[in-house]
């Protein structure tokens, strides 16, 4: 079994596991004292089994996941990059925008990526030179060439309220060029939404690793481009993530730079 097949049926189980257990959340607990910043036993859950997942097929490979940080030394040299559960906020209010996110790290690049979405029944997958598939079948960035006619996605950090890299001065900003913009609460589901041509871009600060790993390769194997929010190369560790179409990127940049 590839990995990247591997990565396709343990976001489906996992998926499946988050749908069943879908207002049945007993114990949440923050993972700040701001009660923002939510973590549930279904993450846990749903971590567990995709670990597992990767274990038994995979065993020389190193994990970075969301909940229980960076687990075996690995001698592989891939590394598995792990969100159990993108959009936990939304998850713990039965609000149907969350997913299960899994990268495939070698030599430094995402070379694979798997976004499902198990309220749409919705598989996203790409591999490095492979091009993206929704379902299964290829997807493209959209051709939208200007702000104006864009619809743009952006997400807030956990702690918005000290305004981090002045997130709101920025937000406010896009709110006056773009057609309109949208807040979901799923970094990942936002990528993947910018990669199918939905969304014509996105950005955000403050995101970690396994919020942006397969997105980020959705995007650009879609057609799309992804940056820092001066237009250099982003990685999964970096702290500000823009993504687009790659017509109206240099657009969104001057859109969300601030003075």
Not at 103 to 120: F, M, Q, S
Not at 160 to 175: C, G, Q, W
């Amino acid at each position: 079994t590839s990995r990247l097949t591997t990565a396709i049926d343990a976001a489906r189980a996992a998926g499946r596991f988050l749908i069943e257990n879908l207002g049945k959340v007993r114990s949440v607990t923050d993972k700040d004292d701001g009660g923002k910043n939510l973590v549930t036993e279904i993450d846990r859950g749903s971590e567990a089994m995709i670990i597992a997942a990767v274990r038994s097929k995979f065993p020389g490979d190193d994990i970075l996941a969301e909940e229980s940080g960076k687990a075996g030394s690995g001698t592989s040299g891939y590394r598995w990059v792990i969100d159990p559960l993108d959009g936990t906020t939304n998850y713990t209010h039965a609000f149907p925008v969350f997913c299960v996110s899994i990268g495939i790290e070698h030599g430094g690049k995402i070379v694979a990526g798997v976004i499902y979405d198990p309220n749409l029944d919705e598989l996203f997958s790409a591999e490095s030179g492979g091009g993206t598939t929704l379902n299964g079948a290829p997807v493209r960035v959209s051709t939208v060439g200007t702000i104006r006619r864009s619809l743009l996605v952006t997400g807030f950090p956990y702690n918005i309220s000290e305004n981090p890299d002045r997130t709101i001065e920025r937000f406010a900003k896009v709110l006056k060029t773009a057609q309109a913009v949208r807040r979901m609460g799923s970094a990942a589901i936002d990528l993947a939404y910018v990669a199918c041509g939905r969304y014509e871009g996105f950005w955000e600060v403050g995101l970690a690793p396994w919020d942006v790993a397969a997105g980020m390769l959705l995007v650009t194997e879609a057609g799309g481009t992804v940056s820092d929010f001066g237009g250099g190369p982003c990685d999964i560790r970096g702290k500000a993530i823009a993504a687009s179409n790659g017509v109206v990127h240099r657009e969104l940049l001057d859109s969300i730079s601030l003075p």
